[in-house]
């Protein structure tokens, strides 16, 4: 019996709180016999493809200033044919992610790190029987994250809730934790307040251009809200630095341009002041945030969560991924078996 079009897809996305409050469960009891080899100080290296890209992004940004050791995210790809300049130049930590523990570039880029550096790695994944965890010194594996459609919706968020906590972990930041563990109360809340929104925005088919602005960790995210309009719907979208979207892309700015912005606290001015003006340019602006206090935008999805920055960004993508999902299901697309895509990209 042929699936309903986008089925397992809206159902990975709206049940992706249950795979984040598995997946932390996950990380204690996975991570408690190599924690101390996991805390030993040395420049961390997440790599991954797509996606998991994007996660490796966000999740040095988040591990840099979780733990203030240096942290940088790295295509497999460029880790595998570029090793000399991708490489850490001394011993390092090497986090490798990827939902299906198959994807030819990521096995490469390991299989050229243990060569090159005989440093320790990491696989974050959501299989265990499969080639990455097979060769992998630890790994931590997010089960309940699996996935049937080929975009990733909440093996992505799970993977990314565990890299939260390893680094919470590494820095002895219990604080951290305690937050981490109402993330996926706050995540079905957000989405079910959310959804109408999300779905009310991808069918007004006025929007011809999706842009998704997010600083520090929130760039890699919103890389990733990018890729899932991408890969969806097949919508013009693209992703920036907040502040960079001045520098030149804001040309493209017109009455037909949604401007997603996932604001940090950090930075909120600066970011509210980005939003404002591409208003003004005639843009429709989304913001998501703690809170709307003094923001200039069309629409505002508010998560009011009292969490620190860093453990809420991961609350931005369950209602992006709707955004997506939705805009997809108004065009008579099927989220599940997006355009020319698979689920592993195997060379
Ligand atoms: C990486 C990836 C996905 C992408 C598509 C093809 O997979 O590039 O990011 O969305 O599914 O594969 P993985 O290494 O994380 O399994």
Redesign the pocket.
Same mark, same amino acid.
């Given at each position: 019996m042929t699936s309903l079009l986008g089925s397992h897809t809206y159902q990975e996305i709206t049940t992706q709180h249950h795979a984040w409050a598995a997946s932390l469960s996950a990380v204690k009891e996975q991570a408690a016999s190599w924690l101390d080899w996991l805390r030993k100080p040395r420049e961390v290296i997440f790599t991954?493809?797509?996606?998991?890209?994007?996660l490796s992004l966000a999740a040095a940004a988040n591990w840099q200033s979780t733990t203030g050791i240096r942290a940088r995210g790295v295509p497999?790809s460029e880790l595998w044919l570029f090793p000399d300049s991708a490489l850490p130049t001394q011993s390092a930590l090497l986090i490798a992610?990827?939902?299906?523990? =198959?994807?030819t =570039?990521?096995l490469r880029a390991v299989e050229t790190y243990e060569a090159r550096t005989q440093g320790d790695w990491l696989a974050v994944?959501?299989y265990a029987d499969r080639p990455l965890v097979a060769r992998a010194p630890h790994a931590l594996v997010a089960q309940q994250a699996e996935e049937q459609s080929?975009?990733?919706t909440r093996?992505?968020t799970s993977m990314f809730v565990v890299t939260l906590a390893l680094a919470a972990l590494v820095a002895g930041r219990d604080e951290d934790l305690i937050q981490l563990q109402t993330v996926p109360e706050h995540g079905k809340r957000s989405m079910a307040e959310y959804e109408s929104l999300a779905r009310a925005l991808a069918e007004h088919h006025r929007f011809e251009r999706f842009v998704f602005l997010g600083s520090g960790q929130n760039y890699g995210l919103a890389c990733e809200a990018m890729?899932k309009m991408k =890969?969806m719907s097949l919508s013009p979208s693209e992703a920036f630095h907040f502040m960079e979207f001045r520098h030149g892309p804001k040309s493209v700015v017109a009455p037909g341009t949604l401007i997603v912005g996932l604001m940090s606290d950090t930075a909120r001015a600066q970011e509210a002041a980005v939003l404002a003006e591409m208003r003004d340019l005639g843009a429709t602006v989304l913001a998501l945030a703690e809170s709307s206090d003094g923001l200039t935008a069309d629409h505002v999805i508010e998560f009011k969560s009292g969490l620190d920055e860093r453990a809420r960004s991961v609350l931005a993508l369950p209602v992006l991924q709707l955004l997506a999902y939705y805009r997809a299901m108004s065009k008579g697309l099927d989220p599940d078996r997006?355009t020319h895509?698979?689920?592993?990209?195997r060379l």
């Open positions: 991954g493809c797509g996606s998991t890209h994007y497999s992610v990827s939902r299906s523990g =198959e994807t =570039e990521t994944t959501c080929v975009a990733q093996s992505f890729l =890969e997006p895509l698979d689920a592993v990209v």
